[in-house]
């Protein structure tokens, strides 16, 4: 096969197609001062070529140095040594889909622990093999609740991850339905009074919403059921899962949230893992796949994939969705995690969570001039109102190596003076003083 090369005028209408003059438009989001435009590699022996590269990772910051109260969606936890090697095995590692289930049952068996792990995290009866990430889950349950139901009304919280809502609106753009959202209230709980009249297929409620606070759960899940509706219970936090009472327990239908706190590391972001459980009565309805236990024709335990409702197994109207795969790598993380600290372990890091997150706030409500925007109670993130401006805020503390936490105007235009602080159980109390020490330097001291 010959290929021609590009012509000055293909060039052009590539870029014009991306709205684009030049194709150094294509790197605008690079800061001008960290590109390498004249990056060479000189022509060295591999021995010599392998220190120059080292002494260009050494001028990045080293990142383990750095104090982090991010959270908002991805979280710091420690992640037990056993996950990373027993995940890293290559029967797991090279593994793809498990079409063929003869030679696929270590794999099939491991996502099956996996669906068995998750009902008993959230308390629902069904579970699939995952989704993408928490975005696709929530969005993908937003969808299966009007095939369910038969209505086109979805009402969802304005404390819902900003993500996982911007990734409902692009599902949703061109189908007949209609998205509502609701306030919050002053307390940082979903406005549940701001409900319209008539039926709705869903009400979609995050808990710990996006602003750490915990949400009335059975009022919301009463209020979906008398509208005709059905109750998504949404997470971003999946430790809180350890201590909070179970979604099923509250009345949920669907639970669907992202699972990267379950052995799977920040990583700038990603990779995650979406979890999505359901009640039985549903499960035709549920995206993705479903691995089952089933018997082999000498009658000994085999595992196989059971239901695929997706386009590339059944007729295109009939599909329920068109997520064609699941992270099966990051599940089998998440279920050696799971495996390893078990329910009393699960429980310990969520309450460790919990009381350092409580500590930090005693600290900082003696901090001049900042407060708490909400009084509701929390998990392990709260959000903490500042008296200037919070990029500047970012900046001096990134000097001494600390993140403090997300600045929430970026996304909510009303909290201009606000940041979201997470904490987690990695956290000494040095590393909560330091942070405390760090506010009060920069607003203004201690009352």
């Known amino acids: 096969m010959q290929y021609l090369p590009l012509t000055d005028q293909d060039r052009k209408e590539m870029l014009a197609s991306l709205g684009l003059e030049s194709v150094e438009g294509l790197f605008s989001d690079i800061p001008p001062e960290v590109r390498a435009s004249d990056f060479q590699i000189p022509s060295l022996s591999e021995l010599e070529l392998e220190r120059h590269f080292c002494d260009l990772a050494g001028k990045n910051q080293d990142l383990s140095k750095l104090l982090s109260f991010l959270g ?3 979280y710091q936890h420690y ?8 995940a890293g095995r290559s029967e797991f590692y090279t593994a793809y889909t498990p079409y063929q289930a003869e030679v696929s049952q270590g794999t099939l068996q491991a996502t099956f622990e996996y669906q068995t792990m998750v009902c008993l995290l959230t308390g629902m009866e069904v579970a699939n093999a995952s989704m993408y990430d ?6 993908e349950a937003a969808l299966m609740c009007p095939s369910v139901t038969g209505k086109k009304r979805l009402a969802y919280s304005a404390a819902l991850n900003p993500q996982y ?9 061109n189908l007949a339905l209609e998205l509502m959202e609701l306030p919050c209230t002053s307390s940082g709980q979903t406005d549940l009074d701001a409900l319209p009249e008539g039926e709705i297929a869903a009400l979609i409620i995050q808990n710990p919403n996006y602003f750490g606070v915990l949400e009335p759960v ?7 059921h008398e509208k005709g509706g059905l109750f998504v219970y949404a997470f971003t936090e999946a430790i809180s899962l350890g201590l909070l009472p179970s979604p099923g327990s509250l009345g949920a239908d669907i639970v669907a949230g992202e699972g990267q706190s379950l052995g799977i590391p920040p990583s700038f972001g990603g990779p995650g893992l979406g979890i999505f459980a359901s009640r039985e009565q549903f499960m035709r309805r549920m995206p993705g796949r479903i691995i089952g236990e089933a018997r082999d024709a000498r009658g000994n335990r085999a595992f196989v994939m059971v239901l695929q409702t997706r386009e590339q197994h059944i007729r295109r109207e009939k599909a329920t ?14 279920l050696i995690y799971l495996s390893l600290l078990g329910e009393k372990g699960l429980r310990e890091v969520a309450e460790q969570c919990y009381q350092k997150a409580h500590y930090l706030s005693n600290l900082l409500a003696k901090v001049s001039n900042v407060g708490f ?4 109670p929390f998990f392990n993130e709260f959000v903490l109102s500042l008296p200037g401006d919070p990029e500047d805020f970012e900046r001096q503390l990134l000097e001494k190596s600390i993140l403090g936490g997300i600045i929430l105007k970026r996304n909510y235009p009303s909290l201009n ?27 203004g001291g201690t009352k």
Do not use: M
Not at 373 to 376: D, Q
């Open 165 to 173: 809502k911007r990734v409902l609106r692009t599902y949703t753009r």
């Open 373 to 376: 925007r909400f009084r509701a």
């Open 79 to 86: 992640i037990p040594r056993a996950v990373n090697h027993l």
């Open 218 to 224: 059975s009022d919301a899940s009463r209020l979906a």
């Open 134 to 139: 928490g975005a696709s889950a929530v969005a």
């Open 417 to 443: 003076r606000e940041i979201l602080v997470a904490v987690t159980e990695i956290h000494k109390k040095e590393d909560l003083e330091a942070l405390t020490s760090s506010i009060a330097a920069w607003a």
């Open 72 to 74: 908002g969606g991805i």
């Open 321 to 334: 969705s068109n997520i064609c795969s699941n992270q099966a790598l990051c599940a089998l993380r998440a």
